[in-house]
């Protein structure tokens, strides 16, 4: 029975997810279950891209990628691939009409990973954290929303909002990283040897500019995702702040993390201010 093996392709989703995030599986644990299985499958297919393009150095990466797309490109054709990750990818763009549009957009990102390494301009920059990011917040928004497409259409640009903000945020966590281990540079025209605290202050006003339309969405989301959207968007708030707090030429030396403990703390607080109707 395919069901079998369907169950077994989401639970390798599942399994990446929890193996790679522990916040986003923190906020994930907080949507409601029918949401939870297609969010672990969105978020295990853009993981394994990512992957491809930022891990696999000893690899033909360009070949790689081109391979993943072509069997992605089957599964949703023929909604099968013994690939557990892309049958439970498919399986979800199937269920939640998943626009091949969006699909295409996020690949593209990834492609500019595997030649791009410096954004000059805010038009380069801006198409890159669409395909990357704003495009995956519009996947979880199909799913939340079950097919509502007034619905979707008013949230869109809070999710792609939302999107941008966590990409961003993760390109100044990771900035050492992605530059000494991948000789990437995200943010447009910005001089590592020259990073200084005006620099990194510009950075955290664009992100929380994201973070504060997209709290607007959030709070009209189905009641069903609200509690786990809002919970992944406190956890990175919560990181931003920390960056805000630290001193720009340790954020060029090491990677900011928010401990377990605090990661615990903002899912108390998230689930005790829903419960209380307060948001």
Not at 61 to 76: C, G, M, P
Request: proline share 2%; hydrophobic share 35%; aromatic share 12%.
């Amino acid at each position: 029975m395919k069901g079998h093996f369907d169950n077994i392709s989401y639970e390798c989703s599942k399994l990446v997810t929890q193996r790679y995030s522990t916040s986003f599986t923190l906020g994930t644990r907080m949507l409601a279950s029918k949401h939870r299985k297609h969010i672990y499958n969105i978020y295990g297919f853009v993981r394994f891209a990512d992957e491809i393009v930022d891990s696999f150095h000893d690899f033909d990466k360009k070949n790689l990628l081109k391979r993943f797309e072509d069997d992605l490109n089957h599964a949703i054709e023929n909604k099968i691939s013994l690939n557990p990750i892309l049958n439970s990818f498919q399986y979800t763009v199937h269920q939640n009409n998943i626009q091949n549009d969006l699909i295409t957009a996020f690949l593209k990102s990834m492609k500019m990973d595997l030649f791009k390494q410096k954004y000059q301009s805010r038009k380069e920059y801006q198409e890159y954290i669409y395909g990357s990011a704003d495009v995956v917040g519009l996947m979880c928004l199909n799913v939340f929303v079950e097919g509502n497409t007034e619905r979707f259409n008013k949230l869109k640009d809070s999710a792609m909002s939302l999107g941008s903000a966590f990409q961003k945020v993760n390109f100044l966590r990771d900035l050492n990283a992605d530059f000494s281990e991948l000789d990437r540079t995200y943010f447009p025209n910005l001089d590592l040897s020259n990073f200084d605290e005006k620099s990194k202050i510009a950075i955290i006003d664009d992100i929380e500019k994201d973070f504060d339309h997209a709290l607007e969405g959030i709070y009209q989301l189905p009641e069903s995702a609200r509690l786990g959207v809002y919970t992944a968007y406190k956890y990175y708030r919560k990181l931003l702040i920390k960056l805000k707090n630290t001193p720009s030429k340790k954020i060029q030396s090491a990677r900011i993390r928010v401990p377990d403990y605090q990661k615990m703390g903002v899912l108390a607080q998230s689930y005790l201010k829903f419960h209380l109707n307060m948001m």
